[in-house]
């Protein structure tokens, strides 16, 4: 069959393909985003199969008005089908800048203009533009060209009737909560019931990313990192500044636990020689709403820690630990200024688990009247999960000071468990097929990781089917159920291996984001394909 019958196979095509996305403005939170669902929709139907078979698309509801999209190619012969998962939306653009944002959408242009002000530009970057080898944008590497590849092989595999099941998975909400994945791990059981498919295999196509700076190397990946934040509401008590020490300022509280918690090697995991980075906090926040001489009685801070085998009750367990071990030290220390300064203290700190302290305000003033304390802090649009979060462990405290002062251990959105498949025959053989392919094809040697660096959607298939860690998330996450759920159990039905295998790029949510184009367009879609043909099944003549 001759190449001319595809729209999307040769590089040229496959570089119109990806600067056409790109050019879909999706940043996410904008109508961008939104419409990007609809846009993909019509770009499914250039294909032949999806006007014989419009009913293979679906929508899936991501909320806010944003949709993941699935489009399905049956082949008709088999259930086995791969799934292939991508997002959509991108980060934002400030770094570009006036001169700059414009061009942000339009890969050509704007790589005809750095070269115009290629001074301005990192050493690294510098030689990547002068080398005519990459093409420069926001969301070239991150992760648009991901999109293109699964059109490229939706199209090969309705065109050359592929013995084998493809389902395309493009999600919103990727680089925020990750709310199009979560909403899209139901869809996609639907799906399997509704087509009666068999999952063989989820392949993201996340670019790679370095291990280092300057990091030449091409990776594929058996697995992803992944990611929770155990945060804390600090609430002291207050006082006037010209007596400090009738009360307890949340940020001397907050100094004690931050220090334990930021690169705390009791939170680092190792596997397969690859290690997580160390938990720092993320944000503090100071809950006061506004400047006075009174002292800052509640504060809350949100930390980062990565996974590779540890769930959210192992997590959870070792944040209490720290967190005990620094309010012991807080109160020796703040004692011995007591004594120092001859005042009493004004008591022992309390450190409790948000169930915890739920539990605490519903034996006191009732379930529904704490429901009601909840239910005005979630109703305030103008909040993200995070503050939503923050607040509603304060507005309980604020009912409950006799445990004050204390520290409120809770999780704020989001949460990535993490996935592995490296122990999996399937993963192991489609691995030695693509490092044989790249090395015979490309002369590229391409390297084994087994946890993808970056964070990726990934993290909410092929979730152990017996792991009851996850109950202890749902119990310490305030917004559980309302604005914030992750679908463990449908995960736990998603029980197929992961692959991530990408083009390579530089400089993902920067101004110098960058795809090579050999690896984009000539290299991964002949690996993708080697590796999907592999998984065809024999048809009796």
């Known amino acids: 069959m001759g190449f001319e019958n595809f729209k999307w196979y040769e590089p040229e095509q496959l570089e119109d393909l990806l600067c056409e996305l790109v050019a879909w403005d999706s940043r996410t939170g904008t109508i961008g985003e939104i419409e990007f669902a609809t846009r993909m929709l019509k770009k499914l139907y250039e294909l032949q199969y999806f006007q014989e078979n419009s009913s293979h698309i679906h929508f899936h509801d991501a909320g806010k008005g944003r949709n993941a999209v699935t489009a399905l190619y049956s082949s008709g012969v088999t259930k086995k089908t791969i799934v292939l998962i991508s997002h959509f939306d991108t980060v934002h653009t400030e770094e570009f800048g006036g001169g700059l944002e414009d061009l942000a959408f339009q890969p050509r242009l704007l790589t005809d203009e750095l070269k115009r002000r290629i001074a301005d530009l990192p050493e690294d970057a510098q030689a990547d533009l002068a080398s005519d080898e990459y093409l420069f944008g926001r969301g070239t590497m991150d992760m648009k060209m991901g999109i293109a590849l699964h059109l490229h092989l939706l199209e090969r595999a309705s065109v050359e009737k592929w013995p084998v099941n493809l389902l395309l998975l493009t999600v919103p909400d990727e680089e925020v909560n990750s709310s199009g994945m979560r909403a899209a791990a139901k869809g996609l059981v639907d799906l399997k019931e509704k087509y009666g498919l068999e999952y063989e295999l989820f392949i993201n196509s996340e670019p790679t990313f370095t291990q280092k700076p300057q990091d030449p190397n091409y990776y594929i990946y058996s697995g992803s990192i992944g990611k929770i934040m155990p945060s804390a509401l600090f609430y002291g008590r207050k006082t006037h500044a010209g007596e400090p020490l009738s009360g307890l300022t949340s940020h001397y509280m907050a100094s004690y636990l931050t220090r334990a918690m930021e690169f705390n090697s009791d939170f680092v995991e190792e596997a397969y020689g690859e290690k997580t980075p160390l938990p720092v906090c993320l944000q503090q926040v ?25 769930n959210a009750d192992e997590i959870m367990k070792i944040f209490k630990k720290t967190a005990v071990k620094a309010m012991a030290q807080c109160e020796e220390d703040y004692k011995a200024i007591c004594k120092r300064e001859g005042v009493q203290p004004i ?22 009247e704490v429901q009601g304390i909840i239910g005005s802090v979630l109703a305030d649009e103008a909040l993200d999960e995070r503050e939503m979060s923050m607040l509603v462990c304060d507005r309980l405290l604020l009912h409950c000071q006799e445990l004050a002062p204390a520290v409120i251990l809770f999780y704020a959105p989001p949460y990535y468990p993490a996935v592995n498949s490296s122990e999996n025959g399937l993963v192991q053989e489609k691995i030695a097929l693509a490092q044989k392919v790249l090395q015979e094809e490309f002369n590229v040697d391409a390297k084994q990781v087994h946890y993808f660096n970056g964070i990726s959607d990934l993290s909410y298939v092929n979730y152990d089917a017996t792991d009851t860690g996850w109950r202890s998330y749902k119990n310490n996450t305030p917004v559980w159920g309302e604005t914030y759920r992750i679908p463990f159990r449908e995960m736990q039905q998603l029980q197929a291996p992961v692959m991530n295998i990408g083009p390579y790029g530089k400089d993902a949510h920067k101004l110098t984001e960058r795809l090579q184009k050999e690896s984009a367009f000539i290299h991964t879609p002949l690996l993708l394909g080697k590796v999907i043909e592999s998984m065809f099944v024999t048809i009796e003549a």
């Open 286 to 310: 100071d809950l006061k709403g506004d400047y006075s001489t009174q002292t800052s009685h509640h504060s809350a801070a949100l930390y980062n820690v990565f996974l590779m085998r540890q």
């Open 347 to 368: 008591g022992n700190i309390n450190v409790m688990e948000y169930w915890e302290l739920l539990r605490c305000a519903e034996e006191k003033m009732g379930e529904t």
